[in-house]
């Protein structure tokens, strides 16, 4: 069965560095997102990704986070000047559209967990 | 503001017993509700709902939206030590770009 696939699934890096998480959604998928997950607490919605543009962001998603589709496969998340508060577990996921006929759910990544030293 | 609020936060049970979880919610604008299984990684996804009163089944696990009541159920069956996980409600809004927002989860404890 196709699957999201995340990497790396853990990535270290010192406060104030630039980190790129790295997502290969579902090959017939239209719609990108990525979502994040603080240990303890609840899946936060980061950002989801249509048509080559952000479609809609979180009030978390704010100037030091980007997202790119860079070629017809990888869907990245960049974060400019990582803060302590920006360990988390990161998960892509993609659903392959929202059309009246076709309403189909997001599948997740394993996840990427950020930790930020 | 979305919201999802799931109940309970946990419940240890023996394998063969049923268990019922509950998820209500708040959503301006409603696409789906849907169901996650989450062991130690990703999410996996259950069920979606968009329609009131029918009834999702998939083996022993089954799952019904409220849309008067603004909640669903998901029940499992038969539980066995497999089960154990955190199960994940989350809504779905049509006018924000499909954003998920997620319940914090009930965590399901089958013991032998």
């Known amino acids: 069965e196709p699957e999201v696939t995340q990497t790396p699934s853990h990535q270290v890096t010192q406060m104030g560095q630039e980190v790129i998480l790295r997502c290969v959604p579902i090959?017939?998928?239209?719609?990108f997102y990525w979502y994040r997950q603080i240990l303890g607490q609840k899946v936060e919605f980061l950002v989801s990704?249509?048509?080559?543009?952000?479609?809609?962001k979180s009030e978390i998603f704010d100037d030091q986070f980007s997202v790119e589709r860079p070629d017809g496969s990888n869907f990245t998340l960049k974060i400019r000047s990582t803060k302590l508060e920006d360990s988390a577990m990161y998960f892509c996921?993609?659903?392959?559209?929202?059309?009246?006929?076709?309403?189909?759910?997001?599948?997740f990544g394993d996840g990427t967990r950020l930790s930020i030293l | 503001e979305d919201k999802v609020v799931q109940s309970p936060l946990s419940l240890v049970v023996h394998e063969g017993d049923t268990v019922t979880l509950n998820c209500s919610y708040e959503?301006?604008?409603?696409?789906?509700l849907l169901w996650y299984k989450q062991e130690k990684k990703a999410p996996t996804f259950l069920f979606m709902l968009?329609?009131?009163?029918i009834e999702k089944k998939s083996g022993r696990l089954s799952s019904i939206l409220d849309k008067k009541e603004l909640s669903s159920i998901l029940n499992i069956t038969a539980t066995q030590t497999g089960d154990s996980a955190i199960y994940l409600c989350?809504?779905?809004?049509?006018?924000?770009?499909?954003?998920?927002?997620f319940g914090g989860g009930t965590r399901v404890l089958v013991k032998p």
């Open positions: 996921a993609s659903s392959v559209g929202t059309g009246w006929s076709s309403n189909q759910p997001q599948h």
């Open positions: 990704f249509y048509n080559n543009e952000i479609s809609e």
């Open positions: 989350a809504v779905e809004n049509k006018a924000a770009g499909n954003k998920l927002t």
């Open positions: 090959s017939n998928h239209l719609y």
């Open positions: 968009t329609s009131s009163g």
């Open positions: 959503v301006t604008n409603f696409r789906s």
